[in-house]
């Protein structure tokens, strides 16, 4: 088994440091100069669909969170998010114009998968995003996109997410594209950025030992909060859930705007924020949210490319020229910083007590 593992101590380790090739792949023949291309979707897929709803479960219910943020911003419809064991109990109104959108690394999620039954009766259009290739979803869905990101074997998982995030920038500039809602030259530009996502998140020596060292101060404490702003919110949820899966300790998403209705009332030095201040996204508005945090004594780490002194921990990450590389490469650090903690702790990285790497059943 430690040979699969080439060298790495874990799985999710191998995989965290596999993102910029699995990346590379989701990209491959889709990038054009002007153009994003999906094959998988024939002409006219997104005629009369005025709205898309996204379902799925843990991980994947974050991508879909990251995005709903691009599919309003950059292809202007209007788009909702589900959890999908909520979404099949509450009689949902389901119109005909709506895009049902399922996200699943295994394709066998029982939630999800019904959840996907349940549009499909209903006579909705139906997509899956999914890593494999010929899983009950994959077969029942309209269409299909892959995520190319390879056999995940850490429950916990890593790889799978990156390349969910990568398909949605990629098709919220394909449908913008289709419905004249951002410029030419806008989309070019976004073209450029995407293809240096899988640099974005190759991880560096430097940083990668950074975490390690930084990680000895956040094993214990009363609870622990990742915040964030804007599509970095979804990302907040996910590093905390990759926290609690693996480390066992107590941690939340939060929108950071949002902490001063409530949790603020939690800030002392054993309340650990994890604090993600990207340049190019509400950076001010972000930065005054750590401060209230930092003023109220919370022990703070700090996430940025920019210089902030109000943290107890100051992790650098590289400047990039758009805000989804920010958000790929915070991606890695909380992925990182989870991954150390939950060594430091003697846990058992890739399978996580009381975890399923996929839920079949309700
Ligand atoms: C399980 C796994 C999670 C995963 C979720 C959804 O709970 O432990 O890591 O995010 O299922 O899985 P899916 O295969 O549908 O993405």
Redesign the pocket.
């Known amino acids: 088994l430690s040979a699969q593992k080439d060298g790495y101590r874990f799985f999710m380790e191998k995989e965290i440091y596999e993102q910029s090739a699995v990346i590379a792949d989701t990209l491959l023949g889709r990038l054009s100069e002007n153009e994003v291309l999906f094959d998988e979707l024939e002409d006219g897929f997104f005629d009369g669909i005025n709205e898309i709803k996204l379902c799925?479960?843990?991980?994947?219910?974050h991508s879909a969170l990251a995005a709903s943020y691009m599919f309003e911003r950059y292809s202007q419809v209007k788009t909702s998010v589900e959890v999908a064991s909520e979404f099949r109990y509450r009689s949902p109104i389901m119109s005909k114009d709506t895009l049902f959108i399922v996200?699943?690394?295994?394709?066998?999620?029982a939630d999800?998968l019904e959840t996907l039954k349940m549009a499909k009766k209903a006579g909705l259009k139906t997509l899956v995003i999914c890593?494999v290739d010929n899983s009950s979803m994959v077969r029942i869905a309209d269409t299909s996109i892959l995520t190319r990101a390879g056999i995940e074997k850490g429950?916990?998982?890593t790889k799978?997410f990156a390349t969910q995030v990568t398909v949605f920038w990629m098709l919220s500039l394909h449908v913008a594209r289709i419905r004249k809602s951002l410029d030419e030259s806008e989309i070019e530009k976004q073209i450029k950025f995407l293809r240096n996502i899988p640099a974005s998140v190759s991880v560096s020596d430097v940083m990668h030992e950074r975490i390690k060292r930084l990680s000895k101060r956040y094993l214990h404490g009363h609870g622990f909060f990742f915040i964030g702003r804007d599509v970095f919110f979804p990302l907040a949820l996910e590093g905390a859930l990759k926290l609690k899966?693996i480390s066992y300790l107590h941690a939340e998403g939060y929108p950071s705007g949002e902490m001063k209705h409530g949790p603020i009332a939690l800030a002392d030095p054993e309340l650990f924020t994890i604090a993600l201040l990207p340049q190019h996204m509400l950076y001010e508005k972000s930065k005054s949210n750590v401060e209230e945090l930092s003023a109220r004594d919370s022990t703070i780490c700090a996430i940025s490319p920019l210089e902030f002194d109000k943290a107890d921990d100051f992790i650098q990450t590289k400047e990039h020229e758009h805000y989804m590389l920010e958000f790929f490469e915070m991606m890695v650090v909380v992925q990182l910083l989870s991954l150390e903690i939950s060594i430091r702790l003697g846990n058992d990285v890739d399978m996580p007590r009381n975890?399923?790497?996929?839920?079949t059943v309700e």
């Open positions: 799925a479960c843990g991980t994947s219910y996200i699943s690394q295994s394709g066998e999620t999800t890593n429950v916990a998982s799978a899966e975890l399923a790497k996929s839920v």
